[in-house]
Structure formats: structure tokens, C-alpha cells
């Protein structure tokens, strides 16, 4: 048997074959399948039709449905989205089901599917989100499906997938205090471009991944899709694991995979950590690379800290460290990803301080957990950009109109750089503010 990576391992061992190779098709059994209220209700609607008005869900504990996206808001056809949610959890008794205005309510998705257990290395994640390559973080096949293959999964299980060829992204070195996952992902995507691993998995190895704690690898994760990624993927590890068995819901059983030594790669890079700068993504793409230092001055309206990328306790530990006891210049807006994350805020300190209490008093406004600007949304949404002006935004995209106005410009940063650039006014270099 050749050797495989760990993208190829998990499409073999799911599909029941000793081996695959690239471009291969094969039946793969999903561990878990995910939607949330932009797409639930459009999955039912094919599972219905396709399926029949009476049929069963494959496995209802494989199911997991998360409303996310649309929350906080007036606007009747977001609230009715949620409530197809409901009616469906209702009628397939499904456990997994985290309700908005219930005490399993949890926000955004790719961060409360690990954070509920629903994340384990070897398995296959599906879900109707693009982002859902997060939880290649955890050593499993991870990736965003359309509403119709979901539709498909719901009633068989199964889906068809070609087994994508790996890239390999390698990072050494030990990460300096001034760098995040986040300037390490936004340089691979403005190295390789939007469109540079289309329909490839971007597997990142090396001991400046692995040192990374497991928020920042989900980061790193997360936007393998910005390069046009089937899925990202990290080796599990000791953090994996022990992340991973204090949560693992139902206790399930799980088993890791590895690559082969002498596994192929379409394409490898190397990078030093301690020779890279902090980044930005210009608009409008998140390939519009610049070094902060090249755009360091550019004047700003905004500041957004959240979203499945940006906004997890350690983007806040890191933003907070830069705004204690300073004062914002701009509109400054934080968003805890989820529910526990929020609660972060209140029982993680610096200098006897919590985050919440150093964010209020920089002058920052706190919103609640969900995607609220990240995706725009309805006018009412949270920290959504209603007028054409420039953001510096910890979120993963910086196309026209995402975050709101079609006109605004998003730069995409870390937290850090975000929280810096806060109190500038400007984008600003944090390394100025770690001295
Ligand atoms: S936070 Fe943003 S990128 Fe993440 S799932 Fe929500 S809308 Fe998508």
C-alpha cells in the first residue's frame, strides 16, 4: 500500500478501503453533519423532497444544529429561519440542537462544535458553512457542503467526495510575542491567492504549529477555505487530545491518523516564523497581502474583534493585553464567538483586571455571541458597516459588502493588530505597543 497523508487516510478508512489516492471518488460515511440557520432550513427543504415529507434523519445524534448567524435581530425572515430550526429538532427529536434564548444556546458554529464535544481526530465533519474546515484543527476531515449534499447526508449518511491531493505548509521556529495563527494564514493565502489550493487539502505541519495552543490552530484552520481549500488539517497531538477527551460528546470512540512518511504533496513551503512581520489583507480579497509596516498610518473608522477566526478567548487575551488601561480612538467592536467564550471575559484576568472590565473601560462595546457583522447581516445587526466607511476587522473576509455596506473597506488582521490600531486611529504596529 503507498503511503498516504492524513486527508487521504480519513477519506480511506471512512469509505471502508485500504487505501485511496488523489482524484479518486469514494462513498464516505459522515461522523457528523452540521447546520445552522442560513442553510438548515434550505437542507430540510431537499431532505423533504427528496426523502419524503415523513422520513427519518440517518442518525439524529450525528445531527447538529446551530443558529448562529442571524440572531439578535428584528428582521422576520432571520427569526422565521431559526424557527424551521426548531420545528425540525422538534419533529426528529434531535439532541444536539443549541436553541437561541435557551441555556444551550452557544453562537457561532465551528467554535461550539468543538467546544460541545462534536470534534474528534479521524473522523469526517460535514457542514453547510464554508468555515467548517475549523475543525481540521482536530486531525479530521473537515469541510463546507451546499444545502443539497447536506439534504443527502441527512437521509443517507453518506456522501460522495473526490479525495483532494495535499498541500504541505511547514512552520518553524518559535512564534514571537508579536505574531498570531492569523498573520501566519493571511501570509500563506497571500503567497499562494485566493484560488491557490482550490480543491486541495492544506495540511500544516512543523514545530511552529505544533507549539501553537488549539484556538490558534482552529485559525489556521479556518481559512484554508480564503485559499480556496477543500479542507485544513493538523496532526492530532497531546493539546488535541487532551482538548478533545475532556469534551468528546457521548464519549465516542475515535482514533487518530497520521501522514505516511514519504506521503506525496502537490506543493510544500517552508516558513521561519521568527523572520515573518504581522500582516494585513487589503481590500477587497483576503489575498491583498501588505505588511503592516507598508500600510501602517492608513486611516480608520472601526475596529471589529470577533468571529469563528477572531473571536475566541485567546484573540481577546491577546487584544486585551494591548488596550489595558488605554482608550480607543475609533468605534470599537468586540464579539465572543460564543457563550463560553463570553463567559471568558468575565473570569479571565490581566493585572487583577477582567477582559470585560478592560474592554468597557477602553471605551469598546461588547456585543453578544453570534457571527453579528462578520457576514453583514440585517441592518440591525451588531457592529454591522451601514455607511461606506474602513474597518480593520479580525474576521476572515474582505469582499465587497461582506461585513455590510457594499462600499465599506475591510483590512482582515490579528487581534493584535486590531486592538493596536484601535487606539491609533490608524493601522498600527503592535510591536510598538510590546516593547
Ligand atoms: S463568524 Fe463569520 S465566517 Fe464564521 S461562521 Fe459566522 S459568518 Fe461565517
Same mark, same amino acid.
Given at each position: 500500500?503507498?503511503?498516504?497523508?492524513?486527508?487521504?487516510?480519513?477519506?480511506?478508512?471512512?469509505?471502508?478501503?485500504?487505501?485511496?489516492?488523489?482524484?479518486?471518488?469514494?462513498?464516505?460515511?459522515?461522523?457528523?453533519?452540521?447546520?445552522?440557520?442560513?442553510?438548515?432550513?434550505?437542507?430540510?427543504?431537499?431532505?423533504?423532497?427528496?426523502?419524503?415529507?415523513? @422520513?427519518?434523519?440517518? &442518525?439524529? =445524534?450525528?445531527?447538529?444544529?446551530?443558529?448562529?448567524?442571524?440572531?439578535? *435581530?428584528?428582521?422576520? %425572515? /432571520?427569526?422565521?429561519?431559526?424557527?424551521?430550526?426548531?420545528?425540525?429538532?422538534?419533529?426528529?427529536?434531535?439532541?444536539?440542537?443549541?436553541?437561541?434564548?435557551?441555556?444551550?444556546?452557544?453562537?457561532?458554529?465551528?467554535?461550539?462544535?468543538?467546544?460541545?464535544?462534536?470534534?474528534?481526530?479521524?473522523?469526517?465533519?460535514?457542514?453547510?458553512?464554508?468555515?467548517?474546515?475549523?475543525?481540521?484543527?482536530?486531525?479530521?476531515?473537515?469541510?463546507?457542503?451546499?444545502?443539497?449534499?447536506?439534504?443527502?447526508?441527512?437521509?443517507?449518511?453518506?456522501?460522495?467526495?473526490?479525495?483532494?491531493?495535499?498541500?504541505?505548509?511547514?512552520?518553524?521556529?518559535?512564534?514571537?510575542?508579536?505574531?498570531?495563527?492569523?498573520?501566519?494564514?493571511?501570509?500563506?493565502?497571500?503567497?499562494?491567492?485566493?484560488?491557490?489550493?482550490?480543491?486541495? @487539502?492544506?495540511?500544516? &505541519?512543523? =514545530?511552529?504549529?505544533?507549539?501553537?495552543?488549539?484556538?490558534?490552530?482552529? *485559525?489556521?484552520?479556518? %481559512? /484554508?477555505?480564503?485559499?480556496?481549500?477543500?479542507?485544513?488539517?493538523?496532526?492530532?497531538?497531546?493539546?488535541?487530545?487532551?482538548?478533545?477527551?475532556?469534551?468528546?460528546?457521548?464519549?465516542?470512540?475515535?482514533?487518530?491518523?497520521?501522514?505516511?512518511?514519504?506521503?506525496?504533496?502537490?506543493?510544500?513551503?517552508?516558513?521561519?516564523?521568527?523572520?515573518?512581520?504581522?500582516?494585513?489583507?487589503?481590500?477587497?480579497?483576503?489575498?491583498?497581502?501588505?505588511?503592516?509596516?507598508?500600510?501602517?498610518?492608513?486611516?480608520?473608522?472601526?475596529?471589529?474583534?470577533?468571529?469563528?477566526?477572531?473571536?475566541?478567548?485567546?484573540?481577546?487575551?491577546?487584544?486585551?493585553?494591548?488596550?489595558?488601561?488605554?482608550?480607543?480612538?475609533?468605534?470599537?467592536?468586540?464579539?465572543?464567538?460564543?457563550?463560553?467564550?463570553?463567559?471568558?471575559?468575565?473570569?479571565?484576568?490581566?493585572?487583577?483586571?477582567?477582559?470585560?472590565?478592560?474592554?468597557?473601560?477602553?471605551?469598546?462595546?461588547?456585543?453578544?455571541?453570534?457571527?453579528?457583522?462578520?457576514?453583514?447581516?440585517?441592518?440591525?445587526?451588531?457592529?454591522?458597516?451601514?455607511?461606506?466607511?474602513?474597518?480593520?476587522?479580525?474576521?476572515?473576509?474582505?469582499?465587497?459588502?461582506?461585513?455590510?455596506?457594499?462600499?465599506?473597506?475591510?483590512?482582515?488582521?490579528?487581534?493584535?493588530?486590531?486592538?493596536?490600531?484601535?487606539?491609533?486611529?490608524?493601522?498600527?504596529?503592535?510591536?510598538?505597543?510590546?516593547?
Amino acid at each position: 500500500m503507498s503511503a498516504m497523508t492524513m486527508t487521504e487516510k480519513i477519506l480511506a478508512r471512512s469509505s471502508g478501503k485500504s487505501s485511496v489516492v488523489p482524484g479518486e471518488n469514494v462513498w464516505t460515511n459522515v461522523d457528523v453533519l452540521m447546520t445552522h440557520d442560513v442553510c438548515g432550513p434550505g437542507t430540510f427543504g431537499v431532505f423533504k423532497k427528496e426523502f419524503g415529507p415523513n @422520513a427519518k434523519v440517518w &442518525d439524529k =445524534d450525528k445531527l447538529v444544529l446551530i443558529p448562529d448567524h442571524y440572531i439578535f *435581530t428584528k428582521d422576520a %425572515m /432571520a427569526n422565521r429561519n431559526v424557527d424551521v430550526l426548531r420545528a425540525f429538532a422538534k419533529e426528529h427529536d434531535i439532541k444536539y440542537f443549541y436553541d437561541v434564548g435557551t441555556a444551550n444556546y452557544k453562537g457561532v458554529c465551528h467554535i461550539a462544535l468543538p467546544e460541545e464535544g462534536h470534534t474528534r481526530p479521524g473522523e469526517v465533519l460535514l457542514g453547510t458553512d464554508s468555515h467548517t474546515c475549523t475543525a481540521g484543527a482536530f486531525g479530521e476531515f473537515a469541510t463546507g457542503i451546499g444545502n443539497t449534499d447536506a439534504g443527502f447526508v441527512l437521509g443517507t449518511g453518506k456522501l460522495w467526495l473526490k479525495v483532494p491531493p495535499t498541500m504541505r505548509f511547514v512552520f518553524h521556529g518559535q512564534m514571537p510575542p508579536y505574531l498570531m495563527a492569523k498573520d501566519l494564514i493571511l501570509a500563506v493565502i497571500g503567497d499562494i491567492g485566493v484560488d491557490g489550493a482550490t480543491y486541495r @487539502a492544506m495540511e500544516f &505541519d512543523g =514545530d511552529g504549529v505544533y507549539a501553537l495552543n488549539i484556538e490558534e490552530r482552529m *485559525t489556521l484552520c479556518n %481559512m /484554508a477555505i480564503e485559499a480556496g481549500g477543500k479542507n485544513g488539517i493538523i496532526a492530532a497531538d497531546q493539546v488535541t487530545f487532551d482538548y478533545v477527551n475532556k469534551r468528546n460528546a457521548g464519549q465516542k470512540p475515535y482514533s487518530a491518523v497520521k501522514t505516511d512518511p514519504g506521503a506525496k504533496f502537490d506543493f510544500e513551503k517552508v516558513y521561519d516564523v521568527t523572520k515573518m512581520e504581522p500582516v494585513v489583507a487589503k481590500p477587497h480579497s483576503p489575498d491583498n497581502k501588505a505588511t503592516v509596516t507598508e500600510v501602517k498610518g492608513t486611516k480608520l473608522d472601526r475596529a471589529y474583534i470577533g468571529s469563528c477566526t477572531g473571536g475566541k478567548l485567546t484573540d481577546f487575551k491577546a487584544a486585551a493585553g494591548i488596550l489595558n488601561g488605554k482608550t480607543v480612538k475609533i468605534d470599537t467592536f468586540v464579539v465572543p464567538a460564543t457563550t463560553e467564550v463570553a463567559r471568558g471575559l468575565d473570569t479571565e484576568k490581566i493585572g487583577g483586571k477582567s477582559l470585560r472590565d478592560i474592554f468597557l473601560a477602553a471605551g469598546a462595546k461588547i456585543g453578544e455571541a453570534s457571527c453579528a457583522a462578520c457576514l453583514g447581516g440585517p441592518s440591525d445587526t451588531f457592529g454591522r458597516l451601514n455607511t461606506p466607511i474602513s474597518c480593520i476587522s479580525t474576521t476572515n473576509r474582505n469582499f465587497p459588502g461582506r461585513m455590510g455596506h457594499k462600499e465599506a473597506k475591510v483590512f482582515l488582521a490579528s487581534p493584535l493588530t486590531v486592538a493596536a490600531s484601535a487606539l491609533a486611529g490608524t493601522i498600527a504596529d503592535c510591536r510598538d505597543l510590546l516593547v
